[in-house]
């Protein structure tokens, strides 16, 4: 009895140090593999219960998991869309079979790095097509509300290389000079001034604001005047608007008093609607109004400066027609050019025209154990009841740590150690046949007691 249990404690014995044998050869062949979480192996004994004086071997028994909260160091690299996870937290992935399938089937795993690319259809993907998701951003950039103990709203990032956006212009800052001569009374023409000025629509299209700037003659006024009459009326027209009937095309029209006093001479006295006046009502206290051009849906602030500021907005000095300032927003249409993702996992899209575009946000998941994550191919793990429920927390929040680009995790096997460990191993493999060699050689001498 007391032999046979020695003899099965050898075989155990070569059985778990095999185990142990099989991680140790792992770890060693993903020693180059970005990623990879080295695998242990860990022996229990087995105690079998015995009478007084006699003691029967109960072996050895083996337990192997991942050390998947071990990270590896971060190596430099120069795609921007090659990701690392710097401290606690997994990048949200999906296979790529999973994609292709096109049925809204979309399983989640878990990476802590991997090298992303656009692939033909603009996913981000590894070579062994691990796709990375995300959350998709609204047309404005901003991130709608998620929610956080579930990956269902998390999407393929799709990024397509022809990609094209514009943003329409929302504000325009007009600083002009209007020639104060011009108001003067007894003048043969009182001309009317042009200034015109783009702005891109809602469609990305080139457009232009006309602004009129007609002098009233003194003579006109109500009571009139003999001294200049400091006042103009400015009429805007919309390219985009057509001029049938004629005038059809005015969006707004306003009618600028300037000051000619000693303190705030030259500067915007104050602004009142003309008859009609079908854009918005001038506020003194920002110096804005706003008009609609296109078809109405698009809308402009334009700012002309507050009354009695100087510097900015319009004015009325000298004898010159010049604009001073103009400054407005939109873009017109520009194409990609790349991809960069941020430490907080939100992905923007860069284009030629200076546009820069928030298109998705990488969460981080986080587990009570990562170490009780299932461990698939490609670096890939999945959930478990040993890993526990998960939350998607925004990348460098929370307990989670940043994402890194440029930057690719490398293997946490240290072949140093593993070697070490494989020497250790050869000689309790070499030990535990022994202890076979040596039960077989008492058994033999066993049985030759009855020859």
């Known amino acids: 009895m007391t032999i046979s249990s020695s003899l099965n404690a050898g075989v155990a014995g070569l059985s778990v140090n095999a185990s142990r044998l099989a991680t140790i050869a792992d770890n060693i062949a993903n020693s180059g593999t970005n990623g990879y979480k080295r695998a242990v192996a860990d022996f229990a004994s087995m105690v079998i219960e015995s009478g007084s004086g006699i003691y029967s071997a109960g072996g050895v028994r083996v337990t192997t998991q991942r050390m998947i909260d071990q990270p590896g160091a971060l190596a430099t690299t120069n795609n921007p869309t090659d990701l690392a996870v710097r401290g606690r937290g997994f990048l949200p992935v999906t296979t790529g079979a999973a994609v292709n399938a096109l049925d809204g089937d979309l399983p989640l795993f878990l990476a802590t790095t991997g090298s992303f690319r ?58 002009v000079n209007l020639p104060a001569t011009d108001t003067a009374p007894g003048l043969a023409n009182y001309e009317e001034r042009l200034l015109s000025v783009e702005y891109f629509d809602n469609l990305g299209t080139s457009q232009s604001v006309e602004f009129y700037f007609e002098p009233a003659d003194p003579a006109t006024l109500t009571p009139p005047s003999s001294t200049a009459s400091n006042q103009w009326t400015m009429r805007l027209e919309d390219s985009a608007t057509p001029n049938v009937p004629a005038g059809n095309n005015v969006i ?200």
Request: aromatic share 6%.
């Open 118 to 175: 656009t692939d033909a259809d603009g996913f981000l993907r590894t070579p062994t097509g691990v796709t990375l998701m995300g959350w998709p951003a609204n047309a404005d950039g901003t991130i709608p509300s998620f929610p956080r103990d579930t990956g269902a709203g998390l999407e393929p990032v799709r990024v397509n290389v022809n990609q094209f956006t514009s943003e329409p212009t929302t504000s325009i800052s007009l600083g």
């Open 252 to 451: 707004g029209e306003y009618i600028v008093t300037f000051s000619s006093s000693s303190a705030t001479g030259g500067t915007i006295a104050t602004v009142t609607d003309a008859a009609g006046n079908p854009g918005g009502t001038y506020n003194p206290a920002t110096g804005e109004f706003t008009v609609s051009v296109g078809d109405g849906t698009g809308q402009i602030t334009i700012d002309i400066g507050e009354p009695g500021q100087r510097g900015s907005g319009l004015s009325q000095l000298s004898d010159n027609f010049a604009p001073t300032a103009i400054s407005k927003d939109g873009s017109p249409v520009g194409n990609l050019v790349s991809v960069e993702v941020d430490a907080n996992g939100f992905v923007s899209a860069n284009f030629d025209v200076g546009i820069t575009r928030t298109v998705y946000q990488i969460p981080l998941i986080d587990l009570p154990n990562p170490n009780g994550l299932i461990a698939n191919d490609n670096q890939l793990y999945s959930t478990s009841a040993e890993s526990g429920t998960f939350f998607l927390w925004d990348a460098g929040d929370g307990p989670t740590g940043d994402i890194v680009s440029f930057a690719l995790e490398e293997s946490a096997t240290d072949v140093a150690a593993e070697l070490t460990q494989l020497i250790q191993t050869q000689r309790a493999y070499s030990s535990n046949a022994k202890i076979i060699q040596t039960v077989d050689e008492m058994l033999q001498e066993t049985t030759n007691i009855i020859r």
